[in-house]
């Protein structure tokens, strides 16, 4: 592929020479006003530059963003056009199905299906379905990788057909590591060099967390799978100039802080402030200081506050752990020509003009955890026994034998050769799992445990049942997993153990993480631990935590205990880790270790031994927490070069079992009828060359009435499968056993358990109905609306040609980017979603879907309006959009049962032109479809 020619309006068309090669490159000192401008804004302007055509980019454009007024709001419309696009398995396999979908959609109507095929390059990196069904034994990993393969044979043989199908298409295969991690350390170009052309490595992910490559000064962000889907076949994405806050950095990490308590603190400083579709950048002299691992770490945590992406600059600290990563001497060369030639280098003498401004001292930094449901809710760790107290009262009457929650016996799938238990755990005298269990400040419900493998004990609410070293957040950097390995090998030497009733894991992020650690000898007192090594991939952190032992499992549930998980990573919101575990707490490495030992959340690090020493001494956190001039020694000695690029020389040949999966082949896919896997969607399905006209929305029933911060994983879960569940009856009516449900992330290349599973969360609260959890509404097809399941009601009202509406409150859509909780509500007959506000992701997916998002007028909501979901609604407006205008506010009319009526205008919230066009075609595929067929 050639590069688009530019119409080079500015004359910033130069050459750059590097060693003995030369590239086209277009100069940002061409616009007047780019001095002044953020690092991140002249990345998009030089992409503007390049891009521009006349058409979709002009001039005009690029004197736009020369001129931008850093306190204006976001006005003006752009079109970013992606260096590359990367995906994980959950989100890439629905991608490549809506792919070879497209193929045969564009011959239908008379196009050529050659022309569905990336245009940029794209890589997908197998880590999402690695499922924690072993742990605490030396053949985790094997076990897991081989119950990996049975259960996703199909899926991964279709990624195989995908990737000999389509050209510039790579996958890494299972085993190798977590997609943002293995993005860092491999696949981050930070120069691009291409057709000919330098310019700077930038990317979309069909993965919220892509923004941990913002570490690496490339910017990058999260998007919906049907909005890369368009990205890679060269549909530039569509965006607003945002507003840019300047977050400046100075000082340096205290002894006993990490990383991940200075992530923990920028997450609920940036949430506080409020940073919803802006971009963040990290600038000033304390920039130079902070690690490049550091650096990513933050970046990772970008839609835990909100932000677009949270970048930092190229500087030296980005030419280090370039060469370190084992990026060619020619690749680290022109990424520091090309930074200083175009001012992308940082220079912390030059402060750019920021549309807000904040600050933090990380000497202030102090250890922290966030909890139980939310990143954003950080929890010094002085405070977390108190503040975890406080928290159980929302899950626990006052009163103790509260009654059993039916959304919490769901269970994992029994793998059909389970293995609980640690290596040399459990012996002993018996354990309680609450340091205070009758302890008057918090409810109290001790039950007995009697296990042949893991011994006896009590089991308490907080009882930490799951300790998971896991997720790309951290995984990546190697100070906290160091520190974790060394506070191990010090527990260990104290003579201390993991309580019997914790399940424990360790899932690097890449493979260098285990050469690291058998290069310092650590291995042996992680294990020593139950830390063993369970798999590469995302794991816990995304919902495959995998059962629980069976007799925790059944204590928790007859006795409706509120146990608790503990993980390094990025989400925790409810109902997400494991269907046992309603309380859920991010932290560090070396703290997910530390509650291992402590066995309850109900601890005082400062005041509560772990346990004795050998000579019956009291052994407390501080006497095994490993100093950072320890920690940076083992760095030194035990990271090299060598290791990553031993680790990457073949990161796209895979295994043995990889490579022996039969393969199909040709240009289009051969679908089988009977998979539940991989089916082909109904998108296309009678489309037509010229779409329909819009159209107002009547009589429509409300499908769910929903509260604040509803995430992508309440609308679409990625966990496991509840057997009574619509989607649990589909596979059993096709004769899939329960132990092979996998989960729903694993099924995304299904819509029928796709569409079964939307709304479906356990922990789902439609407030339609009293006190009920799950995926379940009131269904006003029957007399007196009674309850039914969301996916039935919703059948019900498709047979009676009724439309769907969602009301919702802040933050809607918050969380994972995740299509499905697009295209589920879409197949599900919801035509417009009405919240008090949107999180950037999911809005722009519901659009991409023909979902017409709408807001509340500013300060109402459904319940100020006196709006309960039992109404009829009226959208009138909307067919506005046919004569090429978007209306800034629709009328809205709800009926209610008495005759009486509401009105209220709500705000529409098609942003951009580019969004109108694809609610105009009923969705972004479509438009790019007809696109294509038309050229």
Same mark, same amino acid.
């Given at each position: 592929?050639?590069?688009?020619?530019?119409?080079?309006?500015?004359?910033?068309?130069?050459?750059?020479?590097?060693?003995?090669?030369?590239?086209?490159?277009?100069?940002?000192?061409?616009?007047?006003?780019?001095?002044?401008?953020?690092?991140?804004?002249?990345?998009?302007?030089?992409?503007?530059?390049?891009?521009?055509?006349?058409?979709?980019?002009?001039? =005009?454009?690029?004197?736009?963003?020369?001129?931008?007024?850093? +306190?204006?709001? #976001?006005?003006?419309?752009?079109?970013?056009? #992606?260096?590359?696009?990367?995906?994980?398995?959950?989100?890439?396999?629905?991608?490549?199905?809506?792919?070879?979908?497209?193929?045969?959609?564009?011959?239908?109507?008379?196009?050529?299906?050659?022309?569905?095929?990336?245009?940029?390059?794209?890589?997908?990196?197998? =880590?999402?379905?690695?499922?924690?069904?072993?742990? /605490?034994?030396?053949?985790?990993?094997?076990?897991?990788?081989?119950?990996?393969?049975?259960?996703?044979?199909?899926?991964?043989?279709?990624?195989?057909?995908? !990737?000999?199908?389509?050209?510039?298409? +790579?996958?890494?295969?299972?085993?190798?590591?977590?997609?943002?991690?293995?993005?860092?350390?491999?696949?981050?170009?930070?120069?691009?060099?291409?057709?000919?052309?330098?310019?700077?490595?930038?990317?979309?992910?069909?993965?919220?967390?892509?923004?941990?490559?913002?570490?690496?000064?490339?910017?990058?962000?999260?998007?919906?799978?049907?909005?890369?889907?368009?990205?890679?076949?060269?549909?530039?994405?569509?965006?607003?100039?945002?507003?840019?806050?300047?977050?400046?950095?100075?000082?340096?990490?205290?002894?006993?802080?990490?990383?991940?308590?200075?992530?923990?603190?920028?997450?609920?400083?940036?949430?506080?402030?409020?940073?919803?579709?802006?971009?963040?950048?990290?600038?000033?002299?304390?920039?130079?200081?902070?690690?490049?691992?550091?650096?990513?770490?933050?970046?990772?945590? *970008?839609?835990?506050?909100?932000?677009?992406?949270?970048?930092?600059?190229?500087?030296?600290?980005?030419?280090?752990?370039?060469?370190?990563?084992?990026?060619?001497?020619?690749?680290?060369?022109?990424?520091?020509?090309?930074?200083?030639?175009?001012?992308?280098?940082?220079?912390?003498?030059?402060?750019?003009?920021?549309?807000? $401004?904040?600050?933090?001292?990380?000497?202030?930094?102090?250890?922290?955890?966030?909890?139980?449901?939310?990143?954003?809710?950080?929890?010094?760790?002085?405070?977390? +026994?108190?503040?975890?107290?406080?928290?159980?009262?929302?899950?626990?009457?006052?009163?103790?034998?509260?009654?059993?929650?039916? @959304?919490?016996?769901?269970?994992?799938?029994?793998?059909?050769?389970?293995? $609980?238990?640690?290596?040399?755990? %459990?012996? /002993?005298?018996?354990?309680?799992?609450?340091?205070?269990?009758?302890? !008057?400040?918090?409810?109290?419900?001790?039950?007995?445990?009697?296990?042949?493998?893991?011994?006896?004990?009590?089991?308490?609410?907080?009882?930490?049942?799951?300790?998971?070293?896991?997720?790309?957040?951290?995984?990546?950097? #190697?100070?906290?997993?160091?520190?974790?390995?060394?506070?191990?090998?010090?527990?260990?030497?104290?003579?201390?153990?993991?309580?019997?009733?914790?399940?424990?894991?360790?899932?690097?992020?890449?493979?260098?993480?285990?050469?690291?650690?058998?290069?310092?000898?650590?291995?042996?007192?992680?294990?020593?631990?139950?830390?063993?090594?369970? %798999?590469?991939?995302?794991?816990?952190?995304?919902?495959?935590?995998?059962?629980?032992?069976?007799?925790?499992?059944?204590?928790?549930?007859?006795?409706?205990?509120?146990?608790?998980?503990?993980?390094?990573?990025?989400?925790?919101?409810?109902?997400?880790?494991?269907?046992?575990?309603?309380?859920?707490?991010?932290?560090?490495?070396?703290?997910?270790?530390?509650?291992?030992?402590?066995?309850?959340?109900?601890?005082?690090?400062?005041?509560?031994?772990?346990?004795?020493?050998?000579?019956?001494?009291?052994?407390?956190?501080?006497?095994?927490?490993?100093?950072?001039?320890?920690?940076?020694?083992?760095?030194?000695?035990?990271?090299?070069?060598?290791?990553?690029? +031993?680790?990457?020389?073949?990161?796209?040949?895979? =295994?043995?079992?990889?490579?022996?999966?039969?393969?199909?082949?040709?240009?289009?896919?051969?679908?089988? #009828?009977?998979?539940?896997?991989?089916?082909?969607?109904?998108?296309?399905?009678?489309?037509?060359?010229?779409? !329909?006209?819009?159209?107002?929305?009547?009589?429509?029933?409300?499908?769910?009435?929903?509260?604040?911060?509803?995430?992508?994983?309440?609308? *679409?879960?990625?966990?496991?499968?509840?057997?009574?569940?619509? @989607?649990?009856?589909?596979?059993?009516?096709?004769?899939?056993?329960?132990?092979?449900?996998?989960? $729903?992330?694993?099924?995304?290349?299904?819509?029928?358990?796709?569409?079964?599973?939307?709304?479906?969360?356990?922990?789902?609260?439609?407030?339609?109905?009293?006190?009920?959890?799950?995926?379940?509404?009131?269904?006003?097809?029957?007399?007196?609306?009674?309850?039914?399941?969301?996916?039935?009601?919703?059948?019900?009202?498709?047979?009676?040609?009724?439309?769907?509406?969602?009301?919702?409150?802040?933050?809607?859509? *918050?969380?994972?980017?995740?299509?499905?909780?697009?295209?589920?509500?879409?197949?599900?007959?919801?035509?417009?979603?009405?919240?008090?506000?949107?999180?950037?992701?999911?809005?722009?997916?519901?659009?991409?879907?023909?979902?017409?998002?709408?807001?509340?007028?500013?300060?109402?909501?459904?319940?100020?309006?006196?709006?309960?979901?039992?109404?009829?609604? =009226?959208?009138?407006?909307?067919?506005?959009?046919?004569? /090429?205008?978007?209306?800034?506010?629709?009328?809205?009319?709800?009926?209610?049962?008495?005759? *009486?009526?509401?009105?209220?205008?709500?705000?529409?919230?098609?942003?951009?032109?580019?969004?109108?066009?694809?609610?105009?075609?009923?969705?972004?595929?479509?438009?790019?479809?007809?696109?294509?067929?038309?050229?």
């Amino acid at each position: 592929m050639t590069a688009p020619a530019s119409k080079n309006s500015f004359g910033a068309r130069d050459t750059l020479k590097v060693g003995d090669n030369s590239y086209e490159i277009f100069r940002l000192n061409a616009v007047d006003g780019v001095q002044r401008l953020p690092y991140s804004l002249k990345i998009l302007l030089e992409n503007l530059l390049r891009n521009e055509d006349g058409v979709n980019i002009t001039a =005009d454009h690029v004197r736009a963003l020369g001129n931008w007024d850093a +306190k204006a709001d #976001p006005s003006t419309e752009i079109q970013f056009t #992606p260096a590359r696009v990367i995906m994980q398995d959950f989100t890439g396999v629905p991608c490549v199905v809506d792919l070879a979908t497209m193929r045969e959609a564009v011959a239908e109507l008379g196009g050529d299906t050659s022309k569905v095929n990336p245009l940029a390059p794209a890589e997908l990196v197998i =880590d999402h379905s690695v499922i924690i069904d072993v742990f /605490g034994k030396p053949d985790a990993f094997q076990r897991n990788v081989e119950f990996e393969y049975g259960r996703n044979k199909e899926r991964y043989q279709f990624l195989r057909w995908g !990737q000999n199908a389509f050209k510039e298409f +790579k996958v890494v295969p299972p085993g190798t590591g977590i997609v943002h991690q293995v993005n860092i350390e491999h696949l981050a170009r930070g120069v691009m060099a291409r057709n000919g052309q330098a310019y700077p490595d930038s990317c979309v992910g069909t993965d919220s967390h892509t923004t941990m490559v913002n570490g690496l000064g490339v910017l990058g962000w999260g998007v919906g799978g049907i909005e890369a889907e368009a990205a890679m076949l060269g549909q530039p994405v569509s965006m607003l100039i945002p507003r840019v806050v300047g977050f400046k950095l100075t000082g340096e990490i205290p002894a006993g802080a990490t990383a991940t308590d200075v992530v923990l603190t920028i997450t609920e400083m940036l949430r506080k402030h409020g940073v919803v579709g802006k971009f963040v950048e990290f600038y000033g002299s304390g920039v130079a200081s902070v690690p490049l691992a550091n650096r990513a770490t933050i970046g990772n945590m *970008s839609p835990e506050f909100g932000s677009t992406c949270a970048i930092f600059p190229i500087d030296e600290e980005t030419i280090r752990y370039l060469k370190l990563t084992g990026r060619s001497d020619e690749q680290v060369a022109l990424v520091e020509a090309y930074a200083k030639e175009q001012g992308l280098w940082h220079d912390p003498s030059i402060e750019p003009e920021y549309s807000e $401004y904040l600050e933090l001292d990380l000497s202030t930094v102090v250890p922290s955890i966030a909890g139980p449901k939310r990143p954003q809710d950080r929890i010094n760790l002085s405070e977390a +026994k108190p503040a975890f107290r406080a928290a159980l009262k929302d899950y626990v009457p006052a009163s103790t034998g509260s009654p059993v929650d039916e @959304a919490s016996e769901e269970s994992f799938p029994a793998s059909d050769a389970p293995s $609980y238990g640690h290596a040399e755990n %459990g012996a /002993g005298k018996p354990h309680v799992a609450s340091a205070a269990a009758a302890d !008057q400040g918090r409810p109290s419900n001790p039950v007995k445990v009697s296990s042949s493998e893991l011994g006896e004990f009590e089991l308490d609410h907080g009882a930490v049942v799951i300790a998971s070293i896991t997720s790309c957040t951290n995984t990546s950097n #190697p100070s906290v997993m160091l520190g974790a390995a060394l506070l191990a090998r010090n527990a260990v030497n104290k003579g201390l153990a993991t309580k019997p009733w914790v399940k424990t894991s360790m899932a690097p992020g890449s493979q260098v993480v285990t050469d690291y650690y058998e290069k310092a000898g650590l291995w042996p007192y992680l294990e020593k631990l139950g830390f063993h090594l369970v %798999g590469y991939g995302c794991t816990t952190c995304i919902g495959n935590s995998g059962p629980l032992p069976e007799e925790i499992s059944k204590a928790v549930q007859e006795n409706d205990l509120s146990v608790v998980s503990v993980l390094s990573g990025n989400r925790n919101f409810e109902g997400r880790i494991n269907p046992d575990v309603k309380m859920n707490y991010l932290a560090s490495p070396p703290l997910v270790i530390a509650y291992a030992l402590a066995g309850s959340m109900d601890f005082d690090f400062e005041n509560d031994p772990l346990g004795t020493d050998t000579e019956g001494n009291p052994v407390y956190l501080r006497d095994i927490w490993p100093s950072p001039q320890e920690i940076q020694e083992v760095i030194d000695s035990a990271i090299s070069k060598e290791m990553f690029t +031993k680790d990457y020389a073949d990161v796209f040949k895979g =295994d043995e079992r990889w490579q022996s999966l039969p393969t199909p082949e040709g240009e289009t896919f051969e679908w089988d #009828p009977n998979s539940t896997y991989v089916r082909k969607p109904p998108y296309f399905e009678g489309m037509t060359l010229e779409p !329909q006209p819009v159209e107002d929305i009547k009589g429509a029933r409300v499908l769910a009435r929903l509260g604040d911060s509803v995430t992508t994983d309440h609308i *679409s879960p990625a966990g496991a499968i509840k057997p009574d569940s619509p @989607a649990g009856k589909y596979l059993q009516e096709r004769g899939i056993d329960r132990k092979d449900f996998n989960s $729903y992330g694993s099924r995304r290349g299904n819509h029928e358990v796709m569409i079964r599973g939307t709304f479906a969360n356990i922990r789902l609260r439609n407030l339609l109905l009293d006190g009920v959890q799950g995926g379940y509404t009131r269904d006003f097809t029957q007399e007196g609306g009674p309850q039914n399941t969301i996916y039935d009601a919703a059948q019900n009202y498709a047979a009676k040609n009724i439309p769907l509406v969602v009301l919702g409150g802040k933050e809607y859509g *918050s969380g994972s980017s995740r299509d499905w909780a697009a295209k589920g509500t879409r197949l599900l007959g919801v035509r417009a979603v009405i919240a008090e506000s949107f999180e950037r992701i999911h809005r722009s997916n519901l659009i991409g879907m023909g979902v017409i998002p709408l807001q509340f007028p500013e300060g109402q909501s459904a319940e100020s309006l006196g709006l309960d979901g039992t109404e009829v609604y =009226d959208i009138e407006g909307i067919t506005k959009l046919n004569e /090429g205008e978007t209306p800034r506010t629709v009328k809205v009319t709800a009926r209610k049962e008495d005759g *009486s009526t509401v009105e209220f205008d709500a705000v529409v919230r098609i942003d951009t032109p580019g969004e109108a066009d694809y609610y105009r075609n009923g969705g972004i595929l479509q438009y790019v479809l007809r696109k294509m067929v038309r050229s």
